[in-house]
């Protein structure tokens, strides 16, 4: 079974510029997750989807990110315009629907963005 | 809110010996989740162990072993018998019970610990 896939794993743009990171979830997960990791800083939790809906984006940091996840399926993170205090990891996370058991988060490796 | 904080930016360990890395975090809540992962250099994060709160009992899960003290809040990882492939990023988490006080099962971080293992 695939596990949590994010594209790019890398990528420098200019400040000004549009970056877009993709997740694709483990099949099946109706939850998905994004964080981001400024160097040096905690993990920070960005938003949540269920299916197509988005539960929680009170970790978004401001209008400049929007996230998407039509179907239900992969999801998209675009940064319009890019600052250089966006630089960092953005993590991407799936999980099962959660029941009162809380199933466990799959991470994928990270997009590192660097935005000079 | 709640925050967890990782006292040691770095540690370092030689194969074959036992390491502890700190963990505490603070919270209101009486009955939650704390995780401890790792992520490897350009690798995936993964799930080292999980401890419920509810639970008095450590949980272990074979080298990986935790000591949680919930009047404390402290939660700290044991690795014993490291091993080389055991080098990596450790995070301690904390997650609220899904659907408590609005809680939709969202991950706190926190910062790192670099973990080198010396042959």
């Known amino acids: 079974e695939a596990g949590v896939t994010q594209f790019p794993s890398h990528s420098v743009i200019e400040k000004g510029q549009t970056v877009t990171l993709r997740c694709d979830p483990i099949?099946?997960?109706?939850?998905l997750y994004w964080y981001r990791r400024v160097m040096g800083k905690e993990i920070k939790f960005l938003l949540h989807?269920?299916?197509?809906?988005?539960?929680?984006e009170s970790g978004m940091p401001n209008n400049r990110f929007l996230a998407e996840r039509t179907g239900g399926t992969y999801s998209t993170l675009k940064v319009q315009p890019a600052e250089l205090e966006d630089s960092g990891v953005y993590f991407c996370?799936?999980?099962?629907?959660?029941?009162?058991?809380?199933?466990?988060?799959?991470f994928g490796q990270g997009t590192r963005l660097t935005v000079v | 809110a709640q925050t967890v904080t990782q006292s040691q930016p770095e540690m370092s360990v030689q194969e074959a010996e036992t390491v502890t890395l700190s963990c505490t975090y603070d919270?209101?809540?009486?009955?939650?989740?704390l995780f401890w992962y790792k992520q490897p250099p350009s690798r995936q994060m993964i799930l080292v162990i999980r401890?419920?709160?509810?639970?008095?009992q450590n949980a272990t899960e074979n080298r990986f072993s935790v000591n949680f003290q919930k009047a404390a809040k402290s939660f700290s990882l044991k690795i014993s018998d490291s091993q080389l492939g055991d080098a990596a990023m450790y995070f301690c988490a904390y997650r609220s019970v899904v659907g408590y006080g609005g809680s939709q099962g969202n991950l706190i971080f926190g910062k790192g610990t670099k973990l080198s293992v010396k042959p």
């Open positions: 996370a799936s999980s099962q629907r959660d029941s009162w058991m809380n199933t466990e988060a799959f």
């Open positions: 919270t209101s809540e009486s009955d939650y989740y």
């Open positions: 099949s099946g997960h109706d939850n």
């Open positions: 401890q419920e709160a509810y639970k008095q």
């Open positions: 989807f269920v299916k197509e809906s988005k539960q929680d």
